[in-house]
């Protein structure tokens, strides 16, 4: 059996709330320095910076995932990750018609910028990325799904933008097969009261600033994988999120 320690939510300098020094290769040398093996990048409403990050993460040895915070026109979150960089960006040009367009103040929520694996500003995205866009529940998932995706609501433990404060339980009739909770403690609980039983329970850091990235402690256990198939990983990833 091989151990994978992950953290599959975690915002860069381009979305509105991330610190700046969240740039694709420093939460790449975090990752590393905290012992984790698959990271995946989940700024909000977008995957621009998800390339840097994939070349970044390489230096590293690290698998890197491509993926999106998304929200819901209910002003849910829910986690997308994509089999391949290709169609997380494919995605992302999909989602821009979707989005509401308030111009960003950077005064108030920060430059939301787009980097290079080398820390160079490559541009800036002009409009607010965490507000919530114009696709409902059903759709959103629909959207991320027509691009492989996993899809599962983003820690369902906290009353911000949580499903279960908005809706007041997970909505089988969607088909997730995944959730997050933030805080591992409570996974128990939450399996018991809101009838989690068979669904795959994931722990991420949300992490905005680089301290807050996980350290190894949750983990993904897989045999017979071939650990140096970045792809295969990945696609074991999304499988497993997927229920498989």
Request: glycine share 4%; net charge negative; charged share 25%.
């Amino acid at each position: 059996m091989s151990k994978f320690y992950y953290d599959l939510h975690i915002h860069s300098c381009l979305s509105p709330c991330g610190d700046d020094d969240m740039t694709p290769a420093n939460i790449a040398g975090m990752a590393f320095t905290c012992g984790l093996k698959i990271v995946a990048l989940t700024d909000h409403n977008t995957t621009k910076n998800c390339r840097a990050f994939f070349t970044a993460c390489h230096q590293y040895g690290l698998i890197p995932v491509a993926g999106a915070e998304i929200t819901t026109a209910e002003d849910i979150h829910i986690v997308a990750l994509f089999p391949t960089l290709e169609q997380a960006e494919a995605f992302d040009s999909a989602l821009q018609s979707h989005r509401i367009l308030y111009r960003n103040r950077p005064e108030i929520f920060g430059e939301q910028r787009i980097m290079d694996a080398e820390d160079h500003v490559l541009g800036i995205d002009e409009y607010l990325l965490s507000n919530a866009t114009l696709l409902p529940l059903e759709d959103a998932v629909s959207l991320a799904k027509s691009f492989d995706a996993a899809v599962y609501p983003a820690h369902i433990d906290r009353e911000a933008n949580g499903i279960i404060a908005i809706l007041g339980d997970v909505p089988k009739d969607l088909g997730f097969t995944a959730v997050e909770i933030k805080d591992p403690s409570l996974i128990e609980q939450y399996r018991q009261q809101y009838s989690l039983h068979g669904m795959r329970i994931v722990s991420d850091s949300d992490a905005h600033v680089l301290w807050d990235v996980n350290e190894a402690e949750n983990f993904l256990e897989w045999e017979d994988i071939d650990e140096s198939s970045e792809d295969l990983i990945r696609a074991r990833l999304i499988a497993y999120l997927n229920g498989k």
